[in-house]
């Protein structure tokens, strides 16, 4: 490689290093609310429908200059799940359906965006990525609607059914099996990531 050659290459390697380093400056990380946001699990059972709510959850994610998504992830801790029923007995029986001393954690991370449309403060959104529970991980497609509510607060909103099967998880049963749970659950979520203003 003569001198020339050399200095062209150098320049090349610069310049690329500039252009991810502007990348990397606009990007942002926002961090998802738990006080605003909302998740809940819902479900059949032979006997009555049934709810949960999780009372405990943290996430981020990532935007650059254009509003455009980068990256996102949610994890739930399992125990954080908590029934509407009095006796409780919901709460332990979905937390032996997820064995959740060897599996305490539900996650989301993104693993692509598939479409994604920005119409003044809303941003409609449909996303892949993997979702961990009960130790299985699986592709899951999210539909969400978006807002951009107000400086630095993103908001989105959607739901999805996912069946316990898919993720080697047994529905629960209760009462000596008299009370059987059904297979498809469905997770509604409204959640806030909030953080500095992208212009």
Same mark, same amino acid.
């Given at each position: 490689? *003569?001198?020339? =050659?050399?200095?062209?290459?150098?320049?090349?390697?610069?310049?690329?290093?500039?252009?991810?380093?502007?990348? /990397?400056?606009? #990007? =942002?990380?926002?961090?998802?609310?738990?006080?605003? @946001?909302?998740?809940?699990?819902?479900?059949?059972?032979?006997?009555?429908?049934?709810?949960?709510?999780?009372? =405990?959850?943290?996430?981020?994610?990532?935007? *650059?200059?254009?509003?455009?998504?980068? @990256?996102?992830?949610?994890?739930?801790?399992?125990?954080? %799940?908590?029934?509407?029923?009095?006796?409780?007995?919901?709460?332990?029986?979905? /937390?032996? #359906?997820?064995?959740?001393?060897?599996?305490?954690?539900? @996650?989301?991370?993104?693993?692509?965006?598939?479409?994604? $449309?920005?119409?003044?403060?809303?941003?409609?959104?449909?996303?892949?990525?993997?979702?961990?529970?009960?130790?299985?991980?699986?592709?899951?497609?999210?539909?969400?609607?978006?807002?951009?509510?107000?400086?630095?607060?993103?908001?989105?909103?959607? *739901?999805? #059914?996912?069946?316990?099967?898919?993720? $080697?998880?047994?529905?629960?049963? #209760?009462?000596?099996? %008299?009370?059987?749970?059904?297979?498809?659950?469905?997770?509604? /979520?409204?959640?806030?990531?909030?953080? @500095?203003? %992208?212009?």
């Amino acid at each position: 490689m *003569n001198k020339k =050659q050399f200095s062209k290459l150098c320049m090349l390697i610069l310049f690329n290093f500039l252009l991810l380093a502007g990348n /990397y400056i606009e #990007a =942002q990380t926002l961090r998802l609310n738990p006080k605003t @946001s909302t998740i809940t699990i819902s479900g059949t059972t032979n006997v009555h429908d049934w709810k949960s709510n999780v009372t =405990q959850m943290k996430g981020d994610l990532t935007v *650059n200059n254009s509003k455009k998504i980068q @990256s996102m992830s949610v994890d739930i801790p399992v125990v954080s %799940i908590k029934s509407e029923e009095k006796e409780k007995l919901m709460d332990k029986k979905t /937390y032996e #359906a997820f064995n959740s001393e060897k599996n305490p954690t539900i @996650s989301f991370h993104l693993t692509e965006v598939n479409d994604m $449309k920005i119409n003044g403060t809303d941003i409609n959104v449909t996303v892949t990525g993997n979702l961990t529970m009960g130790g299985t991980t699986k592709k899951i497609v999210l539909k969400s609607i978006g807002k951009n509510t107000k400086t630095g607060v993103y908001e989105f909103k959607g *739901n999805v #059914a996912l069946k316990m099967t898919d993720f $080697k998880m047994k529905p629960p049963t #209760a009462l000596l099996g %008299i009370m059987k749970v059904g297979d498809t659950v469905t997770l509604n /979520y409204d959640m806030n990531f909030e953080g @500095s203003q %992208i212009d």
